[in-house]
């Protein structure tokens, strides 16, 4: 792969802002919002629920939420996306009550939720679980700020307790927070629109409650990981790629990783340039929260690592059950064996084409860079997930080069029912 790709907004400070977005008078205009499913379906529910949403051009949006009422919002759209539990701690904070539907059947094992509710119920919720529906209301109609320790480093949790805290009554102190850069990303945005948050990227965050939030405009970080994954594609093709529209320092440990494994990586204010090597090192990682290794980098590395001279061992550190795409590797020649959190990967295997499935966002960003390496023709099903967090992936990869066609097969119909979780 060789030229020049453009990073869009971050998917995963989008699907927070997006619903920070319901507890503000006035109109927020949001730049570089990234057009993946993930947030058109957010923004449906936002508008089901009496928000106005414009759209300026492709990437600029306003949202209007100044007349929103509390009403039962689609529950259909709501069990697609993880992210609809940010919904939780906005309406709290907008309405004092919210309904939502539990985020529903997952990928990488169990992913609870009882961080988020041990936050909402230190605010003075009361919060019942029934029937795959998450009920909350504000015991006397609004939050009060609490001291809250994390037991577990949650981005969901550490975002959603500050959405509830951002109009409680008094100072909230989340302890043991995750430090991800979506995590200042939101916090950057409800400043801006009137909110008091401090220490966001730190393990304590602050946040003294206000009465309202007002307008104003704002520009969406860009995504992390859509980048780390043209960074990686470009490392597996032995490519020569341009990452335009970057923050370097949010790619730093992808960055580290990639240099060990020989791909050259030259960092500039606002774009990495990326050249692969015929030779790739061995290399082994363990996923953490930021600042660690992300795991919604690991499936990518895999592939990589899967060229490399040697065997590499990967351990995820936040997921029970994230290698489901290894059996999809495997069916491309890749030998991996998985021992609970650990991938043992035998290098030097080359990849051959063959119809394999994506199991979820990442990894079926994986079985593409797979597909770009390996001799032959690939066929990925299932790429709905992709279309969730990866906008004009097809386009942005065709204009690098790759063979890459994107495909309605008609027994599969554009509106068929994806009841899988990604992101
Ligand atoms: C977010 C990202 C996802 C990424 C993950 C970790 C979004 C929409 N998704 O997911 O892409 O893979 O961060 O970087 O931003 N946990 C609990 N109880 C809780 C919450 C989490 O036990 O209440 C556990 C989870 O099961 C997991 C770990 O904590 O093992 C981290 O999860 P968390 O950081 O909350 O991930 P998400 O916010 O779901």
Excluded: W
């Excluded at 507890?23 to 919002?33: A, H, K, P, S, T």
């Excluded at 405009?217 to 990452?243: K, L």
């Excluded at 290794?293 to 060229?307: E, G, I």
């Excluded at 051959?352 to 390496?373: E, F, H, N, Q, S």
């Amino acid at each position: 792969m060789r030229g020049e790709v453009e990073i869009s907004g971050a998917k995963n400070a989008a699907v927070a802002i997006i619903p920070a977005a319901l507890m503000v008078n006035g109109v927020c205009r949001i730049e570089n919002m990234p057009q993946i499913s993930d947030t058109e379906m957010l923004l449906t529910i936002l508008s089901h629920l009496g928000s106005k949403i414009r759209y300026i051009n492709k990437s600029t949006v306003e949202i209007d939420s100044t007349s929103v009422n509390f009403s039962d919002a689609p529950f259909n759209l709501m069990r697609k996306i993880r992210a609809s539990y940010y919904l939780i701690g906005a309406m709290l904070g907008r309405f004092g009550i919210a309904k939502t539907t539990m985020p529903g059947g997952c990928n990488f094992g169990a992913r609870p939720i009882d961080q988020h509710i041990k936050g909402m119920e230190a605010l003075g919720a009361n919060v019942e679980v029934r029937n795959g529906f998450v009920y909350a209301e504000a015991n006397d109609g609004r939050l009060h700020g609490a001291r809250i320790y994390l037991d577990k480093v949650s981005v969901g949790a550490t975002m959603n307790i500050i959405l509830a805290a951002v109009l409680a009554q008094g100072r909230t102190i989340i302890e043991n927070a995750a430090r991800e850069p979506h995590i200042v990303d939101l916090a950057n945005f409800l400043n801006s629109m009137g909110a008091d948050i401090r220490g966001a990227g730190t393990d304590t965050v602050k946040v003294n409650g206000v009465e309202s939030l007002h307008g104003g405009s704002y520009s969406i970080i860009p995504d992390q990981i859509e980048a780390g994954t043209y960074m990686v594609a470009a490392a597996a093709t032995c490519g020569d790629v341009m990452v335009k529209n970057v923050i370097p320092k949010h790619l730093e440990c992808i960055t580290a990783k990639l240099r060990e494994t020989g791909t050259i990586v030259q960092e500039y204010e606002d774009c990495v340039i990326v050249k692969g090597t015929s030779f790739v090192r061995r290399a082994n990682i363990k996923t953490l929260p930021y600042p660690g290794f992300p795991t919604d980098m690991q499936p990518q590395m895999a592939v990589l690592l899967t060229q490399a001279n040697g065997t590499s061992v990967i351990t995820e550190g936040i997921y029970d059950n994230r290698y489901k795409y290894v059996n999809e590797l495997r069916k491309m020649g890749a030998c991996i064996d998985v021992d609970g959190r650990v991938a043992i990967i035998e290098g030097g295997t080359a990849l051959t084409g063959a119809p394999v499935a994506a199991c979820d966002l990442r990894a079926g960003a994986a079985m593409v860079i797979a597909g770009l390496c390996a001799i032959g023709r690939t066929e990925i099903e299932d790429v709905k997930y992709i279309e969730r967090g990866y906008e004009n992936f097809v386009e942005k990869l065709r204009a690098l080069g790759a063979d890459i066609t994107a495909v309605n097969l008609p027994d599969m119909p554009e509106n068929q029912e994806n009841v899988n979780q990604a992101g």
